[in-house]
């Protein structure tokens, strides 16, 4: 679902006018492209393929430059995207151009995982322009956006259709950035292979509802040469830094013993094409592209994921602070129940740990009532023996008296026997 | 067509982006690339941007929306008709001609669509009248800055939107053009008064009007005494020093700065003067000449706000107008007194009854905390 767009030409309450002289405000469109030259403009490209198509010497050839880069391994065992920023200078134009790579694409032995570093690093982009956006105090205009413009996606030159890998990856991508299909390393595949190889792969593409990116036709002047470029997707394209002397003029192309392969040479390659469209005729619309559609559907999902909505059922508009506050709301509601929650369990642990307390607290008086009796008992039969023996001492004492009492008298009796 | 210019490369590693992958970061020293060997295929093309992007900004038109102030008199409908050659003002229009004046301020305003060589432009003329011309005349800017601020609120609600428009409509007051009746003392009371009021929410361009009645030595030395004036009162009207991008435009501000305000004449008839028709004001002693720039400096208010600076202007009111407007806002939702929250996320109360003495929403101490709580337990 775009964005809807508005005419701001329909209103009924406007009138036209005719002018009866010159004005003066037809150098506006002047002041604004001044305005955006001292402001400079920034382009970001991806480039999705596997490792060794192509994809660095094919940005060196469409910019002209040697940005440096070593070659890749292929031994990585993950995705890695590898952004990197140049400036670059034309006449008076200030371009910031951010080219991001996709360094080990389609090396691993598993290659399921394989899209989302890429589908990541697009939707972070997208956040980081939506976190600046909704910022209080923000500068958009001095934000350096990093948000994808264009994916040139590489397919491998095979000749017969398009991997599962490249199908998966680019429908993966398609709603997010625009797409634009080539075919690398295009002096593989003969003339007729490469009609055959073409119509397979549109064909696909389309069966698969993979959405790529069509040359805009609404602007009279470049309906036609848009239209017609439409057609010749995917380009077929080779690369090539190095200059070979051809006849009297040295060009970019590409040295094999059979023959030369021109890069500029429309009949070798898609290269012109590919130029052409990518920079000389769509770049502006590639950007607006972006921020209209690609763009305002993230921050719409992103939105509405947070729980935002422009509606309600009764048709009256939210606001974002409605909202907020209703969360806010509901929050604080899920926090003070938590709050109670906790506070009882806190409570009750607490009686627990008391009542467990007073338990063992009961017992060992218990206890200890016990043993005061136990000893008492103890000390009762001791007193109890200790009496029975003074008893008997003194039973014993009293009849050693008698017999003592006794043994006096009986020595006259004695005596009086042994007279006899 | 493209002359191919060479391509000079000035090419140097610029930030590094962040990668948040786990790829190593890869430090260049920036330099300068041996340029490509000779011949024709050095051009990139990359300074067709510039074409594409001309091509789509007349596709999409221009809007411009200019507010006039002032007592009534002063001139304000034929000024606008002669700065736009055609009856762009609201009394050209209506039906019924009204004379009266009214008894609290107005705020009309009226759209047109003109077109000139292929561009397509919807002016907004959005007239005042009733200003100034109570017996009371306290507190007359405040429907007038409540006006400007509804507009800004009006953009905000449709940028914060879920579902927005693809190009929000632009309502916004660009430029307010302010009418010094020509006295030749000095500022009044009520000028100051709604200059420093409105200085901060709008591009104010102060004019002299019915210049014709006033010597040049008189022309000058009001001149000199209202930019003293404004000065005095802090008053900043357009251009602002404080927007001055870099030396270049501080040069040609100036210049702009030491003229202003404009002394301006303004007609929509024609006379004959030396065989050619021009637009002006026939009288006994004379004709004046609108468009001669001995006569009076309409020339230089049509060129400032039309030829050059129309697109700054509407920069001003966008990157920094509507951004104070915006902050505040924000701000006044959240509660927090000063400046940026911790987090800083956009959280906005539709209050249709905006109005510089609302009071601000009551305090919630708790609140910005709790929303960013909010955002990332969502997220």
New interface residues.
């Given amino acids: 679902m775009a964005a809807t767009d508005v005419d701001i030409f329909s209103n009924e309450e406007k009138r036209n006018l005719s002018l009866g002289g010159h004005v003066g405000f037809d150098s506006l469109p002047d002041q604004l492209v001044s305005k955006s030259v001292t402001q400079g403009f920034c382009f970001n490209i991806l480039c999705v393929g596997e490792t060794g198509i192509g994809k660095s010497t094919l940005m060196n050839t469409l910019f002209n430059t040697m940005f440096e880069n070593e070659e890749a391994s292929h031994y990585l065992n993950g995705v890695c995207m590898r952004p990197r920023t140049y400036d670059l200078q034309e006449s008076n134009v200030h371009l910031k151009l951010t080219i991001v790579d996709t360094v080990g694409f389609g090396d691993q032995i598993n290659k399921e995982e394989s899209y989302k570093p890429i589908v990541d690093y697009i939707d972070t982009q997208f956040e980081n322009y939506l976190q600046e956006e909704l910022k209080i105090k923000r500068s958009l205009f001095n934000y350096h956006d990093g948000r994808i413009h264009i994916c040139l996606y590489f397919i491998a030159p095979t000749g017969h259709s398009l991997k599962s890998l490249d199908l998966v990856t680019m429908k993966k991508l398609d709603s997010k950035v625009n797409i634009i299909p080539i075919i690398a390393k295009a002096d593989t595949i003969s003339k007729s292979e490469l009609h055959k190889f073409k119509i397979k792969i549109m064909s696909e593409l389309v069966s698969n509802g993979v959405q790529i990116y069509q040359f805009p036709t609404d602007d009279d002047a470049v309906t036609e040469i848009n239209s017609s470029m439409n057609a010749h997707l995917p380009f077929a394209v080779v690369g090539s830094i190095e200059e070979v002397k051809v006849g009297n003029k040295t060009v970019r192309a590409r040295q094999y013993p059979w023959g030369v392969v021109q890069v500029e040479n429309e009949s070798h390659c898609d290269f012109v094409k590919l130029r052409e469209m990518l920079i000389r005729v769509n770049m502006e619309d590639l950007r607006e592209q972006t921020h209209s559609r690609h763009y305002e559907l993230y921050r719409r999902c992103k939105l509405e994921e947070m729980g935002f909505k422009d509606t309600d059922p009764d048709c009256q508009p939210f606001s974002l602070q409605e909202t907020y506050e209703a969360k806010r709301k509901e929050f604080m509601g899920d926090l003070q129940r938590k709050e109670e929650e906790m506070r009882q369990m806190f409570v009750n642990k607490v009686k627990e740990t008391e009542a467990e307390l007073k338990e063992k607290e009961r017992e060992l008086h218990n206890k200890f009532e016990q043993l005061k009796q136990m000893h008492q008992e103890e000390k009762r039969k001791v007193e109890e023996k200790r009496r029975d023996l003074e008893e008997e001492m003194n039973a014993f004492n009293r009849r050693k008296v008698a017999v003592e009492t006794l043994s006096l008298a009986q020595p006259v009796k004695k005596d009086k026997d042994k007279k006899n | 067509m493209h002359s191919e210019?060479k391509?000079?490369?000035?090419?140097?590693?610029?930030?590094?982006?962040q990668?948040?992958?786990?790829?190593p970061q890869?430090q260049?020293p920036p330099g300068k690339?041996?340029p490509?060997?000779a011949?024709d295929?050095?051009?990139?093309?990359?300074?067709?941007?510039?074409e594409?992007?001309?091509?789509?900004?007349?596709?999409r038109?221009?809007?411009?929306n200019i507010m006039v102030v002032g007592q009534s008199g002063l001139g304000k409908s034929t000024l606008m008709n002669t700065?736009?050659?055609?009856?762009?003002s609201r009394k050209s229009?209506s039906s019924t001609p009204e004379e009266r004046i009214p008894k609290t301020i107005e705020i009309k305003s009226?759209?047109?669509?003109?077109?000139?060589?292929?561009?397509?432009?919807?002016l907004t003329v959005i007239d005042t009248p009733g200003f100034g011309d109570q017996i009371n005349n306290e507190n007359c800017w405040q429907p007038i800055m409540k006006f400007i601020n509804d507009q800004y609120e009006q953009y905000l609600?449709e940028e914060?939107?879920?579902?927005?428009?693809?190009?929000?409509?632009d309502s916004r007051v660009h430029c307010c053009i302010y009418f010094i009746p020509p006295t030749g003392h000095c500022l009044r009371p009520l000028d100051v008064e709604f200059m420093r009021h409105l200085s901060n929410v709008v591009n104010i361009v102060p004019v002299i009007a019915k210049a014709d009645t006033l010597t040049l030595e008189e022309r000058d030395s009001f001149k000199q005494t209202i930019r003293e004036e404004l000065r005095a009162n802090g008053i900043d009207v357009y251009p602002q020093k404080e927007f001055d991008?870099d030396a270049d435009d501080r040069m040609i501000n100036e210049k702009i700065r030491e003229m202003i305000p404009f002394a301006v004449v303004g007609s929509d008839q024609e006379y004959q003067v030396n065989g050619k028709r021009l637009l002006g004001r026939k009288t006994k002693w004379g004709t004046i000449e609108v468009e001669n720039i001995a006569h009076c400096e309409f020339a230089y208010l049509?060129?400032l706000l039309?030829?050059?600076?129309?697109?700054?202007i509407k920069?001003i009111t966008s990157?920094i107008h509507y951004?104070v407007y915006?902050?505040r806002r924000?701000?006044e939702?959240?509660g927090q007194p000063n400046?940026?929250?911790p987090n800083?996320?956009?959280?906005?109360?539709?209050n249709p009854q905006d109005n510089p003495q609302a009071n601000p929403q009551p305090q919630q101490a708790?609140?910005l905390a709790?929303?960013h709580?909010?955002?990332t337990?969502?997220?």
């Fill in positions: 210019p391509m000079e490369l000035v090419w140097s590693e610029v930030n590094p982006s990668s948040n992958m786990s790829a890869h260049h690339v041996a490509p060997g011949g295929f050095s051009y990139v093309g990359i300074d067709a941007i510039l594409q992007m001309r091509r789509k900004a007349m596709k038109g221009f809007e411009l700065l736009f050659k055609s009856n762009v229009v009226i759209s047109h669509d003109i077109e000139e060589k292929g561009v397509r432009m919807k609600q914060i939107n879920i579902d927005r428009k693809k190009r929000i409509p991008e049509r060129d039309i030829r050059t600076h129309m697109q700054n920069d990157s951004e915006r902050v924000l701000n939702s959240n400046g940026q929250p800083g996320q956009a959280n906005l109360q539709a708790n609140g709790a929303q709580q909010v955002l337990h969502e997220m």
